[in-house]
């Protein structure tokens, strides 16, 4: 069984850095697309960044293209987000997610961390 364990989250005021990880376990993990998603108070979650399994496509929401950066690293069987110039509406709990090479929707999901943006 795929387990994914994020972490990383934090307060940071308005403009500054975070680095998030996920570190994914049970399957091989080269063999998933992965993704990071938020959800704000209030909204529904959304898709923030995904990578392909290898690591040579990625896709951004257009809401953090030039400011997030999403990596992989499949010998260490992490993903990471980083995020620059923070905002206070970047503020929502961010989860990993892992989607099976050919699966239509993410079907395994970590237990989220949270990410506060102060102004």
């Known amino acids: 069984q795929v387990a994914l364990v994020e972490s990383g989250g934090g307060l940071v005021q308005a403009g500054g850095s975070l680095r998030l990880s996920c570190v994914f376990s049970g399957r091989t993990f080269s063999s998933y697309r992965m993704g990071w998603f938020r959800q704000a108070p209030g909204k529904e979650r959304e898709i923030v960044a995904d990578?392909?399994?290898?690591?040579?496509?990625?896709s951004y929401a257009d809401s953090v293209k030039g400011r997030f950066t999403i990596s992989r690293d499949n010998a260490k069987n992490t993903v990471y987000l980083q995020m620059n110039s923070l905002k206070p509406e970047d503020t929502a709990v961010y989860y990993c997610?892992?989607?099976?090479?050919?699966?239509?929707?993410?079907?395994?999901w970590g237990q989220g961390t949270q990410v506060t943006v102060s102004s």
């Open positions: 997610a892992a989607r099976t090479i050919g699966a239509l929707l993410y079907n395994y």
């Open positions: 990578i392909s399994s290898r690591g040579g496509s990625t």
